[in-house]
């Protein structure tokens, strides 16, 4: 399993990074990608220290740990800025948390993000078609999620992805150990949103060939 979106207390998750990798790796997971909520304020700190711990991790267990980060209520003007600035502190997977019908997120951040070409934008909520159009001509990945609030909109997100051809990966913004996909998780979350066990295994090589094209 890979999962490309997770939180750990650098942000508002509960575990240390150590803790979220070990558990991650006892369910079975090969990748997983420590995506802490970040802006212009900690990017800094944040960024290169699951930089440095997830190489330590990744040397120690069976498991690739990739340093990304997740670019959240980020001024949409500012969004190319903030990109390259998570990218040269050590971001290797950079999402965006995106226009969730659940929260107060900018007008214009999916756009933003699409055009500024961040790795993922997750829980995009009502995208429109145009910027699923240009997702895709952008190599922008559109996330399905599996958390609560987020996922509302999942159908809406897979139905306009197929027919324009935009790539999707499957996370679940982790932020309690629980939250870590399993068996059933992904069965549910898959029934809810219209999408099959091919979709699945589609959704996870498409995160497989993102991580191989960063060369990590
Ligand atoms: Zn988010
Ligand atoms: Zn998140």
Do not use: W
Not at 154 to 165: D, M, P
Not at 174 to 182: A, I, K, N, Q, R
Request: charged share 25%; proline share 5%; hydrophobic share 40%.
């Amino acid at each position: 399993m890979i999962d490309l979106h997770t939180h750990t207390f650098f942000s508002d998750g509960v575990l240390i990074p150590s803790e979220l990798v070990c558990r991650a790796l006892a369910q079975g997971y090969k990748t997983i990608c420590i995506s802490d909520h970040v802006d212009f304020s900690n990017m800094d700190i944040t960024i290169p220290r699951l930089a440095k711990v997830a190489k330590i991790l990744t040397r120690e267990y069976k498991i690739k740990v990739i340093p990304g980060a997740e670019l959240t209520y980020i001024p949409p003007r500012l969004m190319p800025q903030a990109l390259r600035l998570a990218r040269s502190l050590g971001a290797q997977i950079v999402l965006v948390h995106g226009e969730t019908v659940v929260e107060p997120v900018p007008k214009g951040t999916n756009r933003a993000a699409i055009e500024a070409k961040v790795d993922i934008l997750a829980h995009p909520g009502m995208i429109t078609k145009d910027e699923v159009k240009l997702a895709r001509a952008n190599k922008v990945h559109l996330e399905i999620t599996t958390r609560r609030g987020h996922n509302k909109t999942n159908k809406h997100v897979a139905s306009l992805a197929h027919i324009y051809g935009a790539k999707l990966v499957f996370n679940t913004d982790t932020h309690e150990p629980e939250d870590l996909m399993t068996e059933a998780s992904i069965k549910k979350i898959l029934d809810l949103a219209h999408l099959t066990q091919k979709d699945f295994n589609d959704m996870q090589e498409n995160a497989n060939n993102l991580v191989a094209g960063k060369d990590l």
